[in-house]
Each structure stands twice: as structure tokens, then as C-alpha cells.
């Protein structure tokens, strides 16, 4: 059925505006970040970011002392620890590379891994910090 | 009408080894309501679980030290009674079923919402309270023992329940059942269980003291109010003061006496017998009989509204015979006891034994076995006891519609003899026992064709008061206006003298 549209008006898809957030380059998901934030006080919300902050720093850390050393274990471990990290606050690209990461049957070099994990943690903890009104 | 549902919180346990995911969890549960404490691996949950029981605990799979799955076995291991959920990545159906498997009650797949934690946790909560309720109704359900009592048949379940349900009130109890099936050990229940626990409990046998001198008993008398009543006394009711009075053969005593205690129980207040002035206690009572009271109502030997008075709450023993295992249990109870005062070594009965023990109807109830029991250990020694230390048991005169004895072994009997045609109630085992022949009834009073020594005469009507009372001592020496004492010394002599059947 054709829309009727009062003249003079600009039409908004609003299809396209609930669709956006999908076609967006976010590197956090907001229903998942978004949520805590609303349902937690913000204090613990902060407390959540600087926590994720916290293991960021220690597991690329582990991630790169792993690779150095050949310690595919820690590696994978680390790799693990991190794409949880990632999952629990909805930073969902750092996520995917974590697992990219852990997964056995694409392997990737970490040399090529750790420089997008890196910036894409940057990107995650840039986005949440703006969440919480930091 | 709205109806406030509050969701069930609790003491939850998570195990999470990534710190953020620790953080999210743990925020999401506190603001959930619920008690947290947080375990970064196996052995911390453990060590935890051990000072802190919790309701639920969360696992994560993957633990640094062993798995999420290993964690659950041991906890389980150790008796824990959590809801274990389990907290996974990997939400494919083997996952799901290995933890159920394991276990779990639930699983979450990560990342998970404050919403999908909270439904998955209040229906595990809900659960484990269902499952305690339910454990702890099976524990009621199954109980073999119930302060004085041995038993776990259905019968006795629904005996033990009755008594919790009435104890805490003041209402009237009448306890109904068979001699020998634990009358007065279910009122002295009732006062255990009741809050007047720590008053005393004052048992009084109606059908055992002389009539004249049960209005005495039971209100006390002033000095000089009869002769020999040399000084002031006190009767069960003021002695039971704050407490429990136990009138047991209720239905013994005389129709004057009866209208006192409809007033006592009416009024609160009693007159001792030659006192000027009535008196009051405060008195929960609780009366017995072993014959059928509203027979007895009918027959115009008790009063109908001391009946309607005190048959507030009935309660009825069953006998032993419809009690299933209970007799096996009791029959054990009793062996373990009497061992031990005796010295014996005794540790149970051999299986033919108990085929024998479980065949025997019991017509004098727990009381009969009991002293079957004792003739056992007094008499022999041993591991086990085997059929033949048992002592002759009766041959039951049960009524038509009693359930028969199987045809298991049963160790020697007495041929039954005529019914005693006074006795009102309880089936009577034919006369006894293990220290004598069975002599013919007392009752009808024999034909003078030829005349007996008294000796013979009198071991016949004690053997015949013994049979109708259940062979309670007290009860048969009341009957025949002896003191107990006399009695048990006819017992031993016959005993000594080699009188056996």
C-alpha cells in the first residue's frame, strides 16, 4: 500500500534507523553494553569498565608473552580469557578476533592478530568510557 | 484481589575465573536481590562451598585448575545441595546435555542478560525449595522413630502426625487401641511435644485403683476426710499442674465419678474429698481406653457428655498385626536394649526368626513381644536367636475379620482354649506363656464335678487376668484385688518349680 507522505516533509525510513546500529562499525554491541548501563548503577558500571580494562592490559600482555615464548597453551588460554572479557561487556569485534585467535581451524599468525586485538580493544574501551559518561 | 509475587533470593555462589565476567555477574546478582560470594576457581569454590553453603552456584566450564563439570561432581561429592547452573560459550545440545547430565539444573549461555539470569535462577531456587520440602516430607513419611515409639509403617506416620498436629493445643485427646499398643506412651508424646513439656506428666490407670479410692487418686483428699486419711494429700490433678494428666481405662470408673471429672474438665476446678472449698489446676487432659467408647456410651457405663468432653481429638493405636515391618524393627529395638542390660551378646535374629517373628499375629501388641523378647535374652545367649530360643507363644483367638497369621514357622503354641466370655474388648491371646501350661480359662466358673486344689484354681485365674490384660502385671493384679507383687512371686515360684508348657 503506497505511504501517504503530508507535502513538505522529509521522509525518515524508520526501518533504516532501527536497522542501523547493524551496518554501524560500533565496537561495542549496545544491547549488550547498552543494557548495563541501564541496569546497573553507574558506579558499578564504571567499576564493570575498569575491571574489563584491568584484564585487557594483563591478557594482550599473557596473549604476546605467550606467542614470544611458543606457549600455545597460554596462548589459547589467554585467547579465551579475553573473548569472555570481550562477550561480557559487548565488545563483540574484539570478541571475534579472540576467537579467531583460538580457533585451531583458521589459523592465524599472532603476529597479525595481536596489532587488531590491540585496536580493537582501544576501540571497545573508547566506546564504553563514552557509555558511562566518562 | 492482586497477589505480590516476590521472587525467591538466595545465598548464590559463582565461579568465574575472567574477572569482567565475574564483575557483570556479580553486579547483575546483587541487584537481583541475592547473597554473593565469588570463587576464581575449582579449589576456592570448594574450600567456599564448605563455610558458606550455597542455594545455587554458577559454574563456568572452563576453570584454570579442572573443569566446571569436575567442580559439580565435587561439590555433590562433598553434600552439597545446590542448584548448579552452569555457565557456558558454547550453547550447543551436547554442552547442554553433558551439564544436565552432570547434574546441572540449568544453563546459561554467555554473554546472558540481567533478565535470562534472573528467570534461570529464580526456577532453580524454586526448584531446590521444592526438593527440600519434599526431602524433608519423605524424612516425616519415613520416620522409624517418635519419642517413645519404633515404627515407620503407615500406620504409625499417620499416628505420629496426629500427635504433632494436636500437641501444641489444649484440645482434649482420647487415645483408643488394643493393651499393649502404647496408650500411654502416645499421651506421654502429646506432653513432650506440647508446650507444656517441661510441666509434669501424671499418668493415672482408672481400671487399677480400687473405685472407692479413685476420686482420692485423682482430686487428693483433707486429713480425716475417710479413715486412714491421716494427713492432707494431693491428687494427680494438682500434681499435674502446668501439665499433662493421663487418664488411662478411662472408661473404668464409676458413673459418679464421672460426673466430677465432666465437672473438672467443665470448670477447671475440682473439690478434694472432705475440702470445704474446690480448688483449681490447670490440667491438660488426656484419657485412654482399650474397649470401644461409644459402646461403651451406649451400654450406659460412660457418660455421654464426658464422652463428647474428652473425644475432642481421637487417636487410634493400631495393633501390632497391622503394623507390617514395624514388628521386625520392634522386635530389634528391644534385642539391642535388653542385650545390652543383660550382658548377653546378641546382635539379631536368624532370618527363620524373624519369618517366625513376622508371621505371629501379637494379640497383646508391643507389650507381649516385648517380654517374648526379654524371656529371650534373659534365657539364652548367643550371636543371633535362632527359632527355638523363642518362648511358646500363644495360639491368637483373633476376631473373624483380623487379619490371619501367615503360615510361616512359628515356634511351639498352646492350643487356644474356649473364649473368655466376659471380656468386652481386645482380642486375647489364649493363656500364656513361657512359664506355664495353658490352663482352661477362669471364666465361666468350672462345674463343682470334681474338686481342684487351690493351687491349680489359682494359677488358672492369674494365668486368665495375665491373658486378659495383655499380660500387664499391674493391670491383672488390679483385676483380681491382689498387689502386683503377689503375682510376680507366683510367677517365679511356678517358674522355679519347672511349670512350663
Known amino acids: 500500500m503506497p505511504r501517504s507522505v503530508t507535502p513538505g516533509r522529509r521522509v525518515i525510513d524508520l526501518g533504516w534507523v532501527i536497522m542501523r546500529p547493524l551496518f554501524t562499525v560500533s565496537a561495542i554491541d549496545p544491547s549488550i553494553a547498552g543494557q548495563l548501563a541501564d541496569d546497573l548503577p553507574p558506579e558499578i558500571f564504571r567499576r564493570i569498565i575498569a575491571t574489563f580494562e584491568a584484564d585487557l592490559a594483563r591478557l594482550t600482555g599473557e596473549l604476546t608473552q605467550s606467542a614470544g615464548e611458543g606457549d600455545l597453551d597460554g596462548y589459547l588460554r589467554a585467547a579465551h580469557s579475553l573473548a569472555g572479557a570481550a562477550a561480557a561487556v559487548g565488545a563483540r569485534r574484539l570478541e571475534v578476533e579472540a576467537r579467531t585467535a583460538m580457533d585451531p581451524a583458521q589459523p592465524v599468525s599472532p603476529s597479525e592478530v595481536l596489532p587488531r586485538l590491540s585496536a580493537e580493544s582501544r576501540s571497545a574501551l573508547q566506546e564504553l568510557h563514552q557509555l558511562a559518561g566518562n | ?501
Open chain 2, 1 to 501: 484481589m492482586s497477589e505480590t509475587v516476590t521472587a525467591p533470593t538466595g545465598r548464590v555462589l559463582l565461579v568465574e575465573d575472567t574477572p569482567t565476567q565475574a564483575e557483570v555477574a556479580k553486579a547483575m546478582l546483587a541487584a537481583l536481590g541475592h547473597e554473593v560470594r565469588h570463587a576464581a576457581t575449582g579449589a576456592q569454590a570448594l574450600l567456599l562451598a564448605q563455610e558458606w553453603p550455597a542455594d545455587a552456584v554458577l559454574v563456568d566450564l572452563q576453570l584454570p585448575d579442572f573443569s566446571g563439570f569436575e567442580l559439580m561432581r565435587r561439590l555433590r561429592a562433598e553434600g552439597s545441595e545446590a542448584a548448579m547452573i552452569v555457565l557456558t560459550a558454547n550453547g550447543s545440545v551436547n554442552t547442554a546435555v553433558e551439564a544436565m547430565r552432570e547434574g546441572a539444573i540449568d544453563f546459561i549461555v554467555k554473554p546472558y542478560g540481567k533478565a535470562r539470569l534472573k528467570v534461570t535462577l529464580d526456577n532453580a531456587l524454586e526448584n531446590r525449595a521444592l526438593r527440600a520440602e519434599l526431602t524433608a516430607v519423605k524424612q516425616q513419611l519415613n520416620r522409624g522413630r517418635f519419642f517413645g515409639f519404633v515404627g515407620a509403617s503407615p500406620a504409625m506416620q499417620a499416628v505420629y502426625r496426629t500427635i504433632e498436629s494436636v500437641a501444641p493445643s489444649r484440645a482434649n485427646v482420647f487415645i483408643t487401641g488394643e493393651s499393649g499398643t502404647g496408650k500411654e506412651l502416645a499421651a506421654e508424646a502429646i506432653h513432650k511435644a506440647s508446650p507444656r513439656a517441661k510441666g509434669p506428666f501424671v499418668a493415672i490407670n482408672c481400671g487399677a485403683i480400687p473405685k472407692d479410692l479413685i476420686e482420692s487418686e485423682i482430686f487428693g483428699h483433707v486429713k480425716g476426710a475417710f479413715t486412714g486419711a491421716i494427713d492432707n494429700r494431693a491428687g494427680a490433678a494438682r500434681q499435674a499442674e502446668g501439665g499433662t494428666l493421663f487418664l488411662d481405662e478411662v472408661g473404668e470408673m464409676r458413673l459418679d465419678m464421672q460426673v466430677k471429672l465432666l465437672r473438672f474438665l467443665q470448670t477447671g476446678s475440682f473439690q478434694p474429698v472432705g475440702a470445704a472449698r474446690p480448688e483449681k489446676a490447670d490440667v491438660r487432659i488426656v484419657s485412654a481406653t482399650n474397649r470401644d467408647p461409644l459402646a461403651e456410651v451406649e451400654a450406659g457405663r460412660f457418660r455421654e457428655d464426658l464422652y463428647y468432653r474428652l473425644y475432642v481429638v481421637p487417636i487410634a493405636l493400631p495393633p501390632l498385626r497391622e503394623r507390617g515391618e514395624d514388628v521386625l524393627l520392634i522386635a530389634r529395638h528391644f534385642l539391642t536394649r535388653f542385650a545390652k542390660e543383660e550382658g548377653r551378646r546378641f546382635r539379631g535374629f536368624a532370618r527363620e526368626t524373624e519369618a517366625a517373628i513376622s508371621a505371629y499375629p501379637w494379640p497383646g501388641n508391643v507389650r507381649q513381644l516385648q517380654n517374648a523378647v526379654r524371656n529371650v535374652v534373659v534365657l539364652h545367649d548367643g550371636d543371633v536367636v535362632t527359632p527355638g530360643m523363642l518362648p511358646p507363644l500363644p495360639a491368637p483367638a483373633l476376631p473373624a475379620a483380623a487379619p490371619q497369621p501367615a503360615a510361616a514357622p512359628v515356634p511351639p503354641m498352646v492350643a487356644p482354649p474356649p473364649a473368655v466370655a466376659h471380656v468386652a474388648a481386645p482380642p486375647s491371646p489364649a493363656p500364656v506363656t513361657a512359664f506355664a501350661p495353658a490352663p482352661p480359662p477362669m471364666a465361666p466358673p468350672p462345674q463343682p464335678a470334681s474338686i481342684e486344689p487351690l493351687a491349680v484354681v489359682e494359677r488358672r485365674c492369674i494365668l486368665a487376668a495375665l491373658d486378659h490384660t495383655g499380660q500387664d502385671v499391674p493391670k491383672a493384679a488390679a483385676l483380681l484385688g491382689v498387689n502386683p507383687s503377689t503375682i510376680y512371686r507366683k510367677l517365679a515360684a511356678w517358674r522355679s518349680e519347672g511349670v512350663h508348657a
